[in-house]
């Protein structure tokens, strides 16, 4: 018993690493982690706080009975395998929650860390020696980052930041680990060029503030924020990369809005990231209203392919886009119940005090929920894992505050 408890600290740091660094490979160690909790799992405990936990198995279960309707079975029984994640860590999580140690956590938030340090670091080395040979264009976004889309990466890398920022500056050897990280990260998602990750890092550095202003008792300092806001878009301007980008999705945005059916029949062999967003929403959006009850797991894909080819987006079809939201994405699969399901595990949990006291967790939900709504997030394992292993591994952390706490 004392080895797999060994094990399944191990498997904490690791399941990470591994995430960040090689994602694909990463079952065996789910499976290692899973078998190595066995040891702590008792009687299973149910706390009101821990609602987004449980809406992650109600949302696995949908996607369950999405199967039943479902014509393209190979497709949909593959989607559940993928999101088997939205089951095994809540369960585990119900089951272990009463023993397993909170320092587990901790060794969770050092393997993510570690991951993305690796990652950054070899990433910046591709990009220079690729740069002896073929100049900037190493540096471009679908170049730069060498192992997994770029919201994805962001999303782990600002992950990471908030963990490191969590832990106490003790000695000056920490202060300058947390300052040229959160610099490696900035240079990280500056050349990946997301959009959303732009947005995550705006929206951070202000509610940084924010929760520091009240934390310190600073409350006056909050009267300077319409002045740093201002700051920060003069400083977001001034930088090539950050100014095409808001730019280019104000343009695209006023278009799309001022004729959507214009916008639509101008665009259908549009491949730019902006339009392709706004197509694939309109598009998904009707087949939501067609749909209420989902199309079922299976058909999503082939159900947006028909929806593509019918509006002349053969491109898109060809490429196979998926709706590029992940609330869209879940609508078209199962329906407005999983969308429901969705919004109780990253909307709702923002209006309860348990998690605006704990800025850890609110930082994380507002990454993943900012991520889902320009990309589906949930489709691929990366981001699945990201949301159902750090969801529970931040409840962990907060075990022993909420057991003081109740008494």
Not at 59 to 66: Q, S
Not at 111 to 125: A, D, K, N
Not at 173 to 184: E, G, H, S
Not at 232 to 246: D, Q, R, S, Y
Request: glycine content about 4%; overall charge positive; charged content about 15%.
């Amino acid at each position: 018993m004392e080895v797999l408890k060994k094990i399944n600290l191990a498997s904490f740091f690791i399941l990470p690493v591994v995430l960040v660094l090689k994602d694909s490979i990463i079952a065996p160690f789910i499976a290692v982690f899973i078998l190595s909790t066995l040891p702590y799992f008792s009687r299973p405990t149910f706390q009101r706080s821990h609602f987004p936990v449980y809406f992650l198995i109600l949302l696995y279960v949908l996607y369950l009975i999405g199967l039943f309707p479902s014509e393209n079975m190979h497709y949909g029984l593959k989607d559940i395998e993928t999101k088997m994640s939205f089951l095994l860590f809540p369960v585990v999580f119900i089951f272990s929650y009463k023993k397993i140690p909170k320092v587990s956590a901790s060794w969770a938030k050092y393997g993510l860390i570690f991951g993305v340090s690796v990652s950054i670091i070899i990433s910046i080395l591709r990009a220079f020696l690729c740069t002896l040979d073929f100049g900037e264009y190493c540096y471009r976004s679908d170049n730069f980052g060498f192992n997994m889309h770029g919201t994805y990466l962001t999303s782990l890398c600002l992950l990471a930041v908030v963990f490191v920022l969590e832990k106490k500056a003790e000695n000056d050897w920490m202060k300058y680990f947390k300052a040229i990280f959160v610099l490696a990260v900035l240079v990280e998602c500056y050349f990946v060029k997301s959009l959303s990750a732009y947005l995550v890092i705006f929206l951070l550095a202000f509610l940084y503030f924010v929760y520091w202003t009240i934390e310190t008792r600073r409350k006056k300092l909050l009267f300077i924020f319409p002045i740093l806001v201002i700051g920060a878009i003069f400083v977001a301007n001034t930088l090539p990369a950050v100014k095409k980008e808001v730019n280019n999705t104000v343009v695209k945005l006023s278009d799309f809005l001022t004729d959507n059916e214009k916008f639509l029949r101008q665009n259908s062999n549009v491949n730019e990231s902006n339009t392709v967003r706004l197509v694939t929403y309109s598009l998904s959006s009707k087949l939501i209203k067609e749909h209420p009850f989902g199309v079922g797991t299976g058909d999503v894909k082939d159900e947006l392919m028909e929806a593509y080819i019918e509006n002349d987006f053969y491109k898109y079809a060809q490429l196979r886009y998926n709706s590029h939201n992940t609330f869209l994405q879940t609508g078209i699969s199962i329906g407005w119940a999983g969308i429901i399901a969705l919004l109780f595990v990253l909307v709702i949990p923002f209006f309860t005090k348990y998690v605006l006291q704990r800025k850890t967790l609110f930082f994380f939900l507002l990454i993943v929920f900012i991520s889902s709504l320009f990309e589906s997030f949930l489709e691929r394992q990366v981001g699945i894992i990201l949301l159902s292993f750090f969801l529970i591994t931040l409840f962990i952390s907060f075990k022993q505050e909420s057991s003081i706490q109740k008494k």
